[in-house]
């Protein structure tokens, strides 16, 4: 990359290496902005006469062409591509969805710094048209060969950044008490409700039950009757693990036993269960206050139709302190 003062009339097909505000502030143009022959009179008519530019060699990639091609490669799902000023690119949801953010392969492509790309946090929610992510480039120009190896890295190990939308999202609640399931819901329906409205969703089928093994087992099976994208279970004892009512109730409908114990405060008493494809969660305490807690970690994902491991619970320690 060149970079050299020359005079407007020779600017023309330049990029500028500097933003060029007129006498008392006003921006005329911004910095990489490729001239041409209508911004070479503008200026001569703001009596300007020379301009500090620079010019692509071979071997070398325009910024903006570096960033739309990262931008391609990197993601997938319901985003769109807007490119902005400045060697960006930003990626917009285009419809109410949750990201899944492979941290390591971003690691790996920002170590390259000819290209940095900041994100959203894994399983976050994002509302449509809302920004999830930028990529951006070193100034005016990436070298081909450089560009080439982090697209191949990409194009091995696939997307960075997917959005899955979270459409059509049903979600059962079921409220547990050792004495009432009246008091159960009278407690935390306010702060379920709230907690979904967070993602744009309203409780589908709500059930309130005793909290023994065969009565939790009837209020499960009855919501899951109604064919959930997800299954909340609110109670008002704090388990002491699977072995306790809900998970033994979990059990005999035949969950599989996800994860029992989350890195992450609030929420620590995680109990993460699959009935076939429907998740259910108990979250003990969690549903006393909206404040953020490891559910709003994991709902986003799970309401997307995605199936949380083990092992990404246990990746939430890091950042999992949110008290």
Same mark, same amino acid.
């Given at each position: 990359m060149l970079t050299e003062t020359?005079?407007?009339?020779?600017?023309?097909?330049r990029i500028l290496c500097t933003t060029i505000f007129r006498t008392g502030g006003k921006k005329l143009l911004a910095k990489g902005h490729l001239m041409n022959d209508d911004d070479v009179v503008m200026l001569e008519g703001e009596g300007m006469n020379q301009v500090w530019v620079t010019r692509l060699e071979e071997g070398e990639v325009s910024e903006d062409d570096a960033v739309l091609t990262v931008a391609q490669e990197m993601a997938c799902g319901c985003m769109e591509i807007r490119l902005a000023a400045g060697g960006r690119a930003? =990626?917009?949801?285009t419809e109410n969805c949750a990201l899944l953010v492979d941290d390591d392969l971003l690691k790996q492509i920002n170590c390259a710094a000819t290209i940095v790309i900041a994100t959203v946090t894994n399983f976050s929610f994002a509302a449509k048209g809302q920004r999830v992510a930028t990529i951006k480039s070193a100034p005016f120009a990436v070298a081909a060969a450089q560009l080439e190896a982090i697209v191949s890295i990409l194009r091995e190990r696939g997307a960075i950044v997917q959005a899955r939308p979270i459409n059509n999202s049903n979600v059962g609640v079921l409220y547990t008490d050792l004495v009432h399931c009246d008091r159960a819901r009278h407690l935390f329906e306010n702060v379920v409700r709230q907690r979904l409205e967070r993602c744009n969703i309203t409780p589908s089928f709500v059930l309130g039950a005793k909290e023994d093994v065969a009565s939790v087992v009837?209020?499960?099976?009855?919501? =899951?009757m109604s064919k959930p994208t997800v299954i909340l279970v609110a109670s008002t004892t704090a388990p002491a693990g699977p072995d306790d009512v809900i998970g033994r109730a979990m059990t005999d409908i035949g969950c599989h036993m996800e994860r029992f114990l989350a890195p992450v405060e609030p929420g620590n008493l995680l109990l993460l269960g699959y009935k076939d494809d429907v998740p259910i969660i108990s979250a003990p305490a969690c549903y006393?206050?909206?404040k953020p807690n490891v559910v709003d970690l994991i709902l986003p994902p799970l309401?997307?139709?995605?199936r949380v491991s083990g092992w990404e619970v246990a990746c939430l320690g890091h950042g999992g302190l949110m008290a």
């Open positions: 020359v005079a407007i009339k020779a600017s023309t097909g930003n =990626l917009f949801a009837k209020g499960l099976n009855h919501l =899951l006393r206050s909206a309401l997307a139709r995605y």
